[in-house]
């Protein structure tokens, strides 16, 4: 606001003004005070006369003087130039932040004889290490080196134009062609092709799209430069096939996927199998309808929409279809009963860091491929598909597989225990697998099944030991087998096979420690399947503030999965010695998550946690911050004294520990975010608020509706995430994009319609002993991409089937939510979800965590 004021006459003050303008000092008074101005001078000008230049022209001249500025000899004068220059250049500020690390000087150590001129045994360690290095060096040039003839192409199907880049200029292309390694290809606009690779890829290109392709004797790459691409993906035999494109890295064995490249980043879809994408060293594994992006700028899609291009659309929407509809009902197969308890836990050797427990799925299985085969009949884009796949492979059958797992079955327990124990050094022993033995004829089984599966492998000796002193030593040309006491177990180091032998005969066990505790209690509450690992052991100790700030003290780990009244829960629990500390220690105990309240039930994804006090959490980070850098906590009061804001008691020790945050709305043109976070002291944390947007230059605006204050912060650099409207109600700050959206989160409360009060919401929560949450983490993506995948379909030229196949694959995009339940020991992580993938689904298509009958099945490869 502008304030006018009158002008107003005082004669009075008129005259002492023109008295102060008419009094002159005497010319003694100011030459003594230019005398003491010339002395102060010249005293700054003696104090920094060390320095090599008086006159600073550049970064070198102002790196001269960083040491003197860190141990704080500079002159006044100086250290003002230093700062300003500082706060202008970031190469400046990067080489001041190196000059934190102390150099430590060390005595020089006595001159001793070389240990090589000294030991003959250490010059035949050398020699034989530097054979052993040659060996490798040379296996590693050769399996890198380029192969042409891996690398060469034929295009098959050429709609439109297909040229290749020859020197400046395009060479067209016709079907048939033969392309070299490294050539780049090229589609013109409106047109496509498919290329055939040299492992029998089919890669067809989109319109205006780029790509080369190179191999070496064990990897084949393509380089997509630009344009979209959808890869049918042959299976490799020993590398991978791997789609580049400038930011991200696509590695697959054996997979139909698309993957687009443009200015603004990547996409990457899948429809059959799985895809790992990689970006910046950081790994993302992809299922069918599964998608990534690697940009901001590129939003997800429906993997419909993405592939909507191809030629053969019809073909890929349909498998997609059907594979969606073919786990749905590979998910309803009931898995064995709960497992209530162990004699094979109580047998486990005493030194066993590793322990995974699963139900004897033969009879799971068997059901699982029944459907599957069914499936296959009814549906003609599966049996393409699986007729394609079965040409291609060379080992048994599915049919004889589940045949060889359905009989061995028999003669086993109702659970197979996988047990490994701490080794030498630190390492880990070779895994054992072991399991009840329910009837007699083993041995006779499994020659007779080795003798059927590889008749040529007549020399392969079987040993079945029935004692710990019956197994013989490591190195013998022999497969062996302990059968004792009840008891079946096979492992490939004899040394590891006669450790749990001599176990189950009354040895040594681990019965009584607190990580078999932990499994015991597993048991106790119904087993399903248990993966666990004492990570204490297996890790040894961990140094370092930040490994025990991140990791907590986390000793062991058990995860659960398990199906009960027909509902799949997936469990993992972090186990500590004594009270959780770190990052683990910010959650609090479960407690009722009031602010979800705020969220209304379309929201697409929800994170809500019950803190156990945001001041003990940003004090934990300050002591953190300040032993990684001494003068952290001096830095950090002179920032905060610029910006008038005590960052602990104005803001952390104003807010309680119940939050959530969400995305509660459309999506475009601004993401429709929502904050809701309990306050303790308003008005103080409205303050600080003000302030820090003041010092950021930011547009803070206080206003009046309906007798409710609301506050708005803009600024340029919030333009992404668009205005904060937030007021506070009853107990809490709530905060989006508008002031619409703020109204709309109280009315949610008020009318108690909020997202946890909603059936799809309720269905979803873990069934287990806890009344409530210390965190949840919730999405329902179909909620933002149904409308996309409708709007598509309606507008797209798309024939009746087409927009009928799309609309269905928006039904498999099913809600998630993840519990978080906050112990004084223990942190356990909760799903409805089948997350393992410990399901008839991915057991069938040998993806399973052990991968059991994909083991089997390449036993039989010849």
């Known amino acids: 606001m502008r304030a006018e004021?009158?002008?107003?006459?005082?004669?009075?003050?008129?005259?002492?003004?023109?008295?102060?303008?008419?009094?002159?000092?005497?010319?003694?008074?100011?030459?003594?005070?230019?005398?003491?101005?010339?002395?102060?001078?010249?005293?700054?000008?003696?104090?920094?006369?060390?320095?090599?230049?008086?006159?600073?022209?550049?970064?070198?001249?102002?790196?001269?003087?960083?040491?003197?500025?860190?141990?704080?000899?500079?002159?006044?004068?100086?250290?003002?130039?230093?700062?300003?220059?500082?706060?202008?250049?970031?190469?400046?500020?990067?080489?001041?932040?190196?000059?934190e690390r102390k150099v430590v000087s060390m005595p020089a150590p006595k001159r001793r004889r070389p240990l090589w001129q000294s030991s003959p045994a250490f010059r035949w360690a050398a020699a034989a290490a530097l054979a052993v290095g040659v060996g490798l060096g040379g296996w590693n040039l050769y399996v890198n080196a380029p192969n042409a003839a891996r690398a060469s192409s034929t295009v098959a199907q050429v709609n439109g134009a297909l040229y290749r880049v020859s020197g400046d200029a395009l060479v067209a292309l016709q079907p048939g062609d033969t392309v070299g390694a490294n050539t780049e290809l090229r589609t013109a606009k409106d047109s496509g092709a498919t290329v055939r690779l040299a492992d029998g890829s089919m890669v067809e290109m989109g319109e205006r799209s780029g790509l080369s392709i190179s191999a070496t004797f064990r990897d084949t790459k393509i380089q997509l430069s630009r344009g979209g691409v959808i890869v049918e993906a042959a299976k490799q035999k020993n590398g991978n096939l791997f789609v580049l494109t400038p930011d991200v890295r696509v590695a697959v064995k054996g997979t139909v996927f698309s993957v687009?490249?443009?200015?603004?980043?990547?996409?990457?879809?899948?429809?059959?199998?799985?895809?790992?994408?990689?970006?910046?060293?950081?790994?993302?594994?992809?299922?069918?309808?599964?998608?990534?992006?690697?940009s901001l700028a590129v939003t997800p899609i429906p993997v419909a929409d993405d592939i909507a291009w191809s030629a053969q659309v019809d073909k890929h929407l349909a498998l997609l279809k059907e594979f969606g509809d073919l786990r749905k009902q590979l998910e309803s197969v009931r898995l064995p009963d709960l497992r209530y308890g162990s004699r094979l836990l109580d047998l486990a050797p005493a030194h066993t860091v590793l322990y995974a427990s699963l139900p004897n799925l033969g009879p799971t299985l068997a059901d699982a491929h029944r459907i599957f085969s069914q499936k296959v009949q009814q549906s003609p884009a599966l049996r393409?598909?699986?007729?394609?796949?079965?040409?291609?492979?060379?080992?048994?059958?599915?049919?004889?597989?589940?045949?060889?797992?359905?009989?061995?079955?028999?003669?086993?327990?109702?659970?197979?225990?996988?047990?490994?124990?701490?080794?030498?050094?630190?390492?880990?022993?070779?895994?054992?697998?072991?399991?009840?033995?329910?009837?007699?004829?083993l041995k006779e089984f499994v020659e007779a099944e080795i003798r059927k599966i590889a008749p040529e492998a007549r020399d392969v000796k079987l040993h079945f030991a029935?004692?710990?002193?019956?197994?013989?030593?490591?190195?013998?040309?022999?497969?062996?087998?302990?059968?004792?006491?009840?008891?079946?177990?096979?492992?490939?180091?004899?040394?590891?096979?006669?450790?749990?032998?001599?176990?189950?005969?009354?040895?040594?066990?681990?019965?009584?420690?607190?990580?078999?505790?932990?499994?015991?209690?597993?048991?106790?509450?119904?087993?399903?399947?248990?993966?666990?690992?004492?990570?204490?052991?297996?890790?040894?100790?961990?140094?370092?503030?930040?490994?025990?700030f991140l990791m907590g003290g986390v000793k062991q780990l058990l995860i659960e999965q398990k199906q009960v009244n027909g509902v799949t829960s997936t469990s993992a629990q972090f186990g500590f010695q004594g009270e959780?500390?770190?990052?683990?220690?910010?959650?609090?105990?479960?407690?009722?998550?009031?602010?979800?309240?705020?969220?209304?039930?379309?929201?697409?994804?929800?994170?809500?946690?019950?803190?156990?006090?945001?001041?003990?959490?940003?004090?934990?980070?300050?002591?953190?911050?300040?032993?990684?850098?001494?003068?952290?906590?001096q830095e950090r009061r002179e920032q905060e004294t610029k910006l008038g804001v005590d960052l602990r008691e104005d803001i952390a020790a104003t807010l309680g520990g119940?939050?959530?945050?969400?995305?509660?709305?459309?999506?475009?043109?601004?993401?429709?975010?929502?904050?809701?976070?309990?306050?303790?002291?308003?008005?103080?944390?409205?303050?600080?608020?003000?302030?820090?947007?003041?010092?950021?230059?930011?547009?803070?605006?206080?206003?009046?509706?309906?007798?409710?204050?609301?506050?708005?912060?803009?600024?340029?650099?919030?333009?992404?995430?668009?205005?904060?409207?937030?007021?506070?109600?009853?107990?809490?700050?709530?905060?989006?994009?508008?002031?619409?959206?703020?109204?709309?989160?109280?009315?949610?409360?008020?009318?108690?319609?909020?997202?946890?009060?909603?059936?799809?919401?309720?269905?979803?929560?873990?069934?287990?002993?806890?009344?409530?949450?210390?965190?949840?983490?919730?999405?329902?993506?179909?909620?933002?991409?149904?409308?996309?995948?409708?709007?598509?379909?309606?507008?797209?030229?798309l024939n009746p089937e087409q927009r009928k196949a799309m609309k269905e694959i928006t039904g498999d995009m099913q809600p998630l939510l993840v519990g978080i339940y906050a112990g004084d020991d223990r942190i356990t992580v909760a799903t409805t979800s089948a997350t393992l993938g410990l399901n008839a689904a991915n057991l069938i298509s040998m993806q399973g965590p052990m991968g059991f009958a994909g083991l089997l099945q390449n036993r039989g490869r010849r």
Request: include cysteine.
């Open 5 to 99: 004021f009158e002008s107003m006459e005082d004669p009075r003050l008129d005259g002492a003004l023109a008295e102060m303008r008419g009094d002159e000092p005497d010319a003694v008074v100011v030459e003594a005070a230019a005398a003491r101005v010339w002395m102060k001078l010249q005293a700054e000008t003696k104090a920094a006369g060390n320095a090599e230049s008086h006159v600073l022209r550049g970064c070198t001249d102002f790196q001269k003087l960083f040491a003197g500025y860190r141990a704080g000899n500079l002159a006044e004068a100086q250290r003002f130039l230093v700062e300003d220059h500082l706060h202008e250049c970031v190469a400046c500020r990067k080489t001041i932040e190196t000059m």
């Open 260 to 294: 687009n490249a443009g200015q603004k980043g990547s996409r990457v879809s899948v429809i059959e199998g799985k895809v790992q994408v990689t970006q910046s060293s950081q790994d993302a594994m992809l299922t069918p309808g599964m998608q990534y992006t690697s």
């Open 384 to 441: 393409e598909w699986w007729e394609a796949k079965s040409n291609r492979s060379n080992g048994l059958t599915l049919q004889q597989t589940i045949d060889e797992i359905r009989a061995l079955s028999d003669f086993l327990g109702e659970e197979i225990v996988l047990l490994a124990t701490a080794g030498a050094n630190g390492g880990i022993d070779a895994p054992v697998f072991a399991a009840e033995l329910k009837r007699q004829g």
């Open 466 to 548: 029935e004692t710990a002193a019956a197994i013989g030593a490591d190195g013998e040309n022999a497969l062996t087998v302990y059968a004792g006491q009840g008891v079946v177990a096979v492992s490939s180091s004899t040394r590891a096979l006669r450790e749990v032998a001599a176990a189950v005969e009354g040895g040594a066990r681990f019965a009584g420690t607190p990580y078999h505790a932990r499994i015991q209690q597993a048991y106790r509450d119904g087993a399903g399947i248990v993966l666990s690992a004492d990570l204490d052991r297996m890790a040894g100790a961990r140094n370092g503030r930040e490994a025990d």
């Open 580 to 633: 959780r500390k770190g990052l683990a220690a910010w959650l609090g105990r479960p407690a009722t998550l009031s602010s979800l309240d705020f969220v209304s039930p379309e929201a697409t994804v929800v994170s809500s946690f019950a803190l156990r006090s945001p001041a003990a959490i940003v004090d934990e980070l300050f002591n953190l911050a300040g032993g990684a850098n001494g003068r952290f906590d």
């Open 658 to 797: 119940d939050v959530t945050i969400a995305f509660d709305g459309p999506a475009f043109p601004v993401p429709s975010w929502k904050v809701a976070v309990e306050v303790y002291n308003p008005s103080r944390l409205e303050g600080a608020l003000q302030r820090l947007a003041n010092a950021a230059g930011a547009t803070y605006v206080q206003e009046s509706v309906n007798g409710r204050t609301f506050y708005r912060i803009a600024s340029p650099q919030l333009a992404k995430w668009g205005e904060i409207h937030y007021t506070f109600y009853n107990g809490f700050l709530v905060a989006a994009p508008s002031r619409v959206l703020v109204e709309q989160a109280m009315s949610y409360r008020d009318n108690g319609a909020s997202i946890a009060r909603t059936r799809k919401f309720q269905d979803l929560i873990p069934r287990d002993s806890y009344a409530s949450f210390s965190g949840l983490l919730y999405h329902n993506l179909g909620s933002t991409f149904g409308p996309l995948i409708e709007g598509f379909a309606n507008s797209a030229p």
